[in-house]
């Protein structure tokens, strides 16, 4: 099995928050828009949003990162196939 290099490590880092905070940015416009789509929401309302936003983000975002890291597994980019032993 080959190496990560650091190239391919801050690839994946970057493609991976493009896909979390579009995610974010998802899942608030539409709690949002069901929630307080007058923009007069309370305080407990903006709690509850601050909740509903928080709780799908760690469901969705376990799920968008395996597939993530399984769709960057098919990919041999920016493996180093020498092993340094030490």
């Known amino acids: 099995m080959?190496?990560?290099?650091?190239?391919?490590s801050l690839?994946?880092?970057?493609?991976w928050r493009i896909i979390a905070t579009t995610d974010t940015f998802l899942l608030t416009y539409i709690s949002a828009t069901y929630l307080g789509s007058?923009?007069?929401?309370?305080?407990d309302q903006a709690t509850g949003?601050?909740?509903t936003?928080?709780?799908?983000?760690?469901?969705?975002?376990?799920?968008?990162?395996?597939?993530h890291?399984?769709?960057w597994a098919?990919?041999?980019?920016?493996?180093?196939k020498?092993?340094?032993a030490n």
């Open 53 to 67: 936003v928080a709780g799908l983000e760690l469901i969705t975002k376990l799920a968008l990162y395996y597939l």
């Open 74 to 80: 098919r990919f041999k980019w920016g493996i180093d």
């Open 38 to 43: 007058d923009l007069g929401i309370t305080f």
């Open 69 to 71: 890291e399984r769709g």
């Open 2 to 8: 080959g190496h990560a290099t650091p190239m391919r």
């Open 49 to 51: 949003l601050a909740a």
């Open 82 to 84: 020498h092993i340094h």
């Open 11 to 15: 690839a994946k880092t970057l493609t």
